[in-house]
């Protein structure tokens, strides 16, 4: 039963992984966008983390994982002579890739971890079932990377510690070899993936304050006991450590630097990223521009929204004794005190816990009670839809096809009009109460007949939305203004063409697409050409002003995002 329910949330977990939905920037903004505009001729947007002087953005983590991939297809393309694979086949390609990594790696790290072999199937079928592996994990997150890092961590901790077990090695350094070495070295480098990124604190790939302060201290107060030949084994343990931190320096030195980066620059000048990261996040008021949330947001909040069900599960545990010893393992430690180390800081998001998700739930019995299972299949379900199918889920498409509508608007436009091939210009779209479009989405448009430009008015209010349309959109012609036959000009046709992208339920907008009875004529006219259906957006929720019913009304039963063409009421 265990394992053909395993084959059936497998067909899930592919589901969700090619469905488009988009859960925070981070996902394309802190990987793929990174590298596209490098690799391709895509548009790209790098964002402060990348720019700053002093950058707090590792990318030695980041290009084996996305880099490699998007290089080797454009290797392929380039040999065959296709010329460059197109943005939606980057895109399927990579969450097909992490969809593998989490099939293979997170599922196999889960299998090892449970020890006992009567549990190990059911446990990784409850971790299977979990929306946060079907969605959070399939994205193409830096936490889905740290998830397998920090389980693998312990599957080489536990492999270890059997061996030392099995071959009545008491004390592992007193007679370690080069593959215990080895071994260890591989052990650190992934344990030492504590450090602070960006605005938050979250694992990385390398970190030598974790390193250095941390977890060597702790190995030279092992090894210094001993004597012999133990303090070799520590100067090898040191050695390998110090072996991937310069390869990660070099790394990072060489992005960022790439157009003047040489070994004796590097050596010189190095980009130490999680240096740069430590300082900025010690800055509580750069912590603040990114939000601030209470210290309690992780455990009470965040935890909760994660495990649903086996959270309870995991509270009641602590009232019983065979509980308290599950969560007294290196798993539910390692799970509990990462998320205790996360809530010293005041900028908390659910992501950041999702490499504690898998652990904890290898913590809890799966249990055969009608009740757990039911809530736990109803609250997976649930988030399962909303947050891997509906969650922003119209941006992905609609940047995907903006060149098809751009072109069908512009094709309309000239019928009748003009002659042959569409005139050079701009198209700008705006996007506004969306997250920010990814740009290298749009592909290489190198051929395409007008230049694509991408506006972000995030969440502005409504009016400052129409003003900045207001600037942007052309003025008449002359002729039009008259009242006789548009003339074709530049500004006539598509070259200074404007394109809002907003959701369905947004009713600020009934004023200018005709759906509102209001007397008031406004100066623009917003023109439909495309809609996606299957798109939620949770922070158009206003249940203090509108009430309960009526918001989820207007959000759910209006739901989608639709690109619509701009244009003047004075020249229709």
């Avoid at 506004?432 to 395409?448: A, C, E, I, M, R």
């Amino acid at each position: 039963m265990w394992r053909r329910a395993y084959l059936v949330l497998l067909l899930v977990r592919i589901y969700f992984a090619l469905s488009p939905s988009y859960l925070h920037p981070d996902e394309h903004f802190q990987g793929p966008e990174v590298f596209a505009g490098r690799i391709y001729s895509y548009p790209s947007q790098l964002t402060w983390e990348f720019t700053s002087e002093h950058p707090i953005r590792s990318v030695f983590p980041l290009w084996p994982v996305y880099g490699l991939p998007m290089g080797l297809m454009s290797w392929f393309y380039n040999e065959t002579g296709i010329g460059s694979p197109s943005a939606d086949l980057v895109y399927y390609a990579l969450r097909g890739g992490m969809f593998v990594l989490s099939f293979v790696l997170e599922d196999w790290a889960i299998y090892e971890l449970v020890s006992t072999p009567r549990y190990r199937v059911q446990t990784v079928v409850l971790v299977a079932s979990s929306y946060v592996t079907w969605t959070y994990q399939t994205h193409t997150f830096s936490n889905s990377l740290e998830t397998l890092l920090v389980a693998w961590g312990l599957v080489l901790i536990q492999r270890i510690i059997a061996n030392k077990v099995r071959t009545g090695k008491e004390t592992a350094y007193a007679e370690a070899t080069p593959a215990d070495i080895c071994a260890e070295a591989l052990r650190l480098f992934l344990m030492c993936s504590a450090v602070p990124r960006r605005s938050h604190w979250r694992f990385q790939s390398y970190n030598i304050p974790c390193f250095s302060l941390g977890a060597g201290p702790a190995i030279a107060a092992a090894f210094c006991s001993q004597s012999g030949s133990r303090p070799l084994a520590l100067v090898g343990f040191v050695g390998f450590g110090s072996l991937f931190t310069l390869i990660a320096i070099l790394t990072d030195t060489a992005f960022y630097r790439s157009t003047s980066f040489s070994l004796l620059d590097a050596i010189r000048h190095p980009v130490i990223t999680p240096l740069n990261n430590l300082v900025y996040n010690s800055n509580t008021s750069n912590l603040a521009v990114h939000g601030l949330h209470h210290r309690y947001q992780h455990f009470l909040v965040n935890l909760p929204q994660l495990l649903g069900p086996a959270f309870v599960i995991l509270i009641l545990s602590l009232f019983t004794r065979s509980g308290i010893s599950r969560l007294s393992n290196k798993r539910a430690v390692s799970a509990i005190s990462g998320t205790m180390i996360l809530s010293i800081f005041p900028h908390q998001e659910p992501r950041f816990l999702i490499p504690c998700v898998p652990l904890l739930l290898t913590c809890i019995r799966p249990l055969r009670s009608r009740p757990f299972l039911a809530a736990w299949v109803v609250f997976n379900a649930a988030l399962g839809f909303l947050m891997g199918i509906y969650h922003q889920g119209g941006v992905v498409p609609t940047q995907l096809e903006i060149p098809a509508i751009v072109s069908a608007s512009l094709a309309t436009k000239q019928d009748g009009q003009l002659a042959g091939p569409a005139l050079g210009g701009t198209a700008t779209v705006f996007w506004w109460k969306t997250y920010s479009p990814p740009l290298w989405l749009l592909g290489d448009n190198s051929s395409f007949p007008v230049e694509v430009k991408t506006r972000d008015l995030m969440g502005i209010p409504g009016m400052e939305m129409i003003q900045e349309l207001d600037t942007a959109v052309p003025e008449c012609p002359a002729s039009s203004k008259a009242g006789s036959k548009p003339v074709a000009s530049d500004d006539s046709l598509g070259n200074n063409s404007v394109f809002l992208v907003a959701p369905r339920s947004a009713t600020f907008l009934d004023d200018y697409t005709g759906l509102s009875s209001s007397p008031v004529d406004p100066p623009l006219r917003l023109r439909e050409l495309w809609t996606y259906r299957k798109h939620l957006n949770l922070d158009d929720l206003d249940f203090g002003d509108d009430g309960i019913l009526p918001t989820l009304k207007r959000v759910i039963g209006r739901r989608g995002l639709t690109v619509w063409a701009v244009d003047r009421v004075d020249c229709e």
